[in-house]
């Protein structure tokens, strides 16, 4: 077990005796509470703010009990979706704001638990939607990915709670538990594959339905 950063997770308040924390030597997931060297490390800091994974979200949910009815993370166990709450946050955010703005820099992507986003673009000062996802789906990938610059505007169509996984968090998943990014990096990449898909057929009949209206005209 990386015991020292486990001691500096539960140093920042981000461990209670329930986490989960991955021992890398016996390849398995145990208890913060099982672990005797940090017994007094949990002890001392057990009392702070409940991790995300115990907070009560969405219809007196879990974010942990409604992560794993997603596809996103049917690939992890109930102890992987625990400690992955752990390295996100949980965002209310009150009907028809902005979350995120076209051109900013990518720092973070969203899980909506409860709610709705809208994407959309402003096009000479009108605003034309790409899309709205629910919950159970997911934005701003691309970002966590590459940290690249915002392709559209993102709003809150009602108030919604999301599930907010920052790139500097997400790095540290990497580097702390790369068993635990690795299937959850597999079922995004297989998600974006399914969209790519659906946005080139869309694309295909698109220029399929012009070229007949043409040669029709013609």
């Not at 021992?23 to 017994?39: F, G, K, N, P």
């Not at 996103?72 to 028809?96: H, M, N, P, T, W």
């Not at 990497?174 to 790519?196: C, Q």
Request: proline share 3%.
């Amino acid at each position: 077990m990386t015991t020292a950063n486990g001691l500096r997770r539960t140093a920042n308040g981000r461990v209670t005796p329930k986490s989960w924390i991955y021992s890398e030597q016996d390849e398995t997931w145990v208890r913060a509470e099982d672990r005797s060297e940090l017994h007094e490390a949990v002890k001392r800091f057990s009392g702070r703010t409940a991790t995300v994974s115990e907070k009560k979200v969405a219809h007196g949910r879990t974010a942990a009990e409604l992560l794993r009815e997603l596809e996103l993370f049917k690939g992890l166990s109930d102890a992987q979706i625990e400690s992955f709450a752990a390295y996100a946050e949980i965002v209310e955010v009150r009907q028809f704001t902005r979350i995120a703005k076209k051109g900013d820099p990518g720092d973070s992507m969203f899980i909506v638990l409860e709610g709705e986003v809208r994407a959309y673009l402003m096009v000479d000062g009108r605003e034309c939607t790409l899309t709205s996802i629910g919950p159970g789906d997911f934005v701003g990938e691309i970002s966590l990915l590459d940290a690249g610059p915002r392709s559209a505007d993102l709003s809150v169509n009602v108030d919604t709670t999301l599930l907010r996984i920052s790139t500097s968090r997400f790095a540290e998943l990497l580097k702390e538990a790369p068993a635990l990014a690795a299937p959850f990096l597999i079922a995004l990449s297989r998600t974006m594959v399914t969209r790519i898909r659906k946005t080139t057929q869309r694309y295909e009949d698109s220029v399929h339905f012009f070229g007949k209206k043409i040669l029709g005209a013609a």
